[in-house]
């Protein structure tokens, strides 16, 4: 990102969000973005995660600028190439667990038994390999995270982008779930985490602050 700026139109003027915002993310890295609320730090996930587009600046993605892009180009690349992990699951309360993790694979177009297969495989990756058949409202707070993230496994995308992805849980599960993520890490797996927690931050290996829309460099012992 270079110069990244969003700004929204309130009552009769424009209300900046994001300021300038410069930022590199290297393939394989672990990062956290720092911030408390009314920071700018879901706006800016919205951005990476080409939820939307910034008002004015450069965002290139693999090469590609992706700033100037449509909504259907936009749907294409989040499908491809990026994984989300929700604070609140957002898991389908009717549907068991693999036909959750099956979800973005019936988007993809991906044949049926072929996502069966590829859903029960994420599913057993993180340890719920008994738990494939049931519902959100059995299954405990940690395992629907973890099923939350074996949906964002599922069509190997190249970034996971996780927005407070302990806030709904206790510390244990929270760091049930850090453990899980420094394991995916280790596999060479791109994380994005966006967090206001300083304590969850510092399992990242690298840390930026965000502040009044503006972002500072940090390291994640010091968070």
Known sequence: MTGVTKSYWMG????????????????????????????????????????????????????????????????????REIGFIFQQFQLLPRQNALSNVELPLVYAGMPQQKRRERAAEMLSRVGLESKMYHMPNQLSGGQQQRVAIARALAT???????????????????QQVMRLFGELHDEGRTIIMITHDRHIAQNASRLVRILDGELSEGVADDA
């Open 156 to 174: 190997n995308p190249t970034i996971l982008l996780a927005d407070e992805p302990t806030g709904a849980l206790d510390q244990k599960t929270g």
């Open 12 to 79: 009769d003027e424009w209300s900046p969000v994001l300021r300038g915002i410069d930022l590199s993310i290297e393939r394989g890295e672990f990062l956290s973005v720092l911030g408390p609320s009314g920071s700018g730090k879901s706006t800016l996930m919205n951005i990476i995660g080409c939820l939307d587009t910034p008002t004015s600046g450069e965002y290139i993605l693999h090469g590609r600028r992706v700033d100037t892009l449509g909504p259907d180009e936009l749907a294409c690349i989040r499908n």
